[in-house]
T-cell receptor, first 117, second 108 residues
Framework: NAGVMQNPRHLVRRRGQEARLRCSPM?????VYWYRQLPEEGLKFMVY????????ESGMPKERFSAEFPKEGPSILRIQQVVRGDSAAYFC???????????????FGPGTRLTVL | GQNIDQPTEMTATEGAIVQINCTYQ??????LFWYQQHAGEAPTFLSY????GLEEKGRFSSFLSRSKGYSYLLLKELQMKDSASYLC?????????FGSGTKLNVKP
């Protein structure tokens, strides 16, 4: 059973370009979460999605950032018109369907390290 | 708001025992998770507590006191490979609030 897959592992963009980060959850997992981690800092929640639905996007910046999890294919985190401050590691995690009340363990992908020049 | 506090860095000796503390203040709480993260890698799940008390898993144990908003991770018989960051995360209905992590340095 493959783990959570993320690609690319490293992404370099110039200011103003778009960054697209992909996440394929573990088999059987229908919940996807995106986190951002700045150097020497903890993980910051960005968004929680289920298939075709955004459940909670309270951690997403209001502009330039969007996320989707289509019926078919990976979840995509898109950052438009990137700025230097967007440079960070972006981790995706997935968990199986659950009640939401219990701690459904999240399994993390290897992350995408975005560098904005 | 959400506030998760843990020490920034700790150092311990190989073979020893170390306790990493975590205090949390969150609006809503369903459980407390601990993750291990080696530099440049993804966090990996270690343990979680929903109820008060101690959960033991081999060399790792985690404790929770919901009334005090407090948890700790206990690592026994430290090995060099335990050098990593340890992330405390408070869980509230599908959302994890992570602390900044405690960097543990294990010395020979």
């Amino acid at each position: 059973n493959a783990g959570v897959m993320q690609n690319p592992r490293h992404l370099v963009r110039r200011r103003g370009q778009e960054a697209r980060l992909r996440c394929s959850p573990m088999k059987g997992h229908s919940h996807v979460y995106w986190y951002r981690q700045l150097p020497e800092e903890g993980l910051k929640f960005m968004v929680y999605l289920q298939k075709e639905n955004i459940i909670d996007e309270s951690g997403m910046p209001k502009e330039r950032f969007s996320a989707e999890f289509p019926k078919e294919g990976p979840s995509i985190l898109r950052i438009q018109q990137v700025v230097r401050g967007d440079s960070a590691a972006y981790f995706c995690a997935s968990s199986p369907p659950g009640t939401g009340d219990l701690g459904d363990t999240q399994y993390f992908g290897p992350g995408t390290r975005l560098t904005v020049l | 708001g959400q506030n998760i506090d843990q020490p920034t860095e700790m150092t311990a000796t190989e073979g020893a025992i170390v306790q990493i503390n975590c205090t949390y203040q969150t609006s809503g709480f369903n459980g407390l998770f601990w993750y291990q993260q080696h530099a440049g890698e993804a966090p990996t799940f270690l343990s979680y507590n929903v109820l008060d008390g101690l959960e033991e898993k081999g060399r790792f144990s985690s404790f929770l006191s919901r009334s005090k908003g407090y948890s700790y991770l206990l690592l026994k018989e430290l090995q060099m490979k335990d050098s990593a960051s340890y992330l405390c995360a408070a869980y509230n209905f599908n959302k994890f609030y992570f602390g900044s992590g405690t960097k543990l340095n294990v010395k020979p």
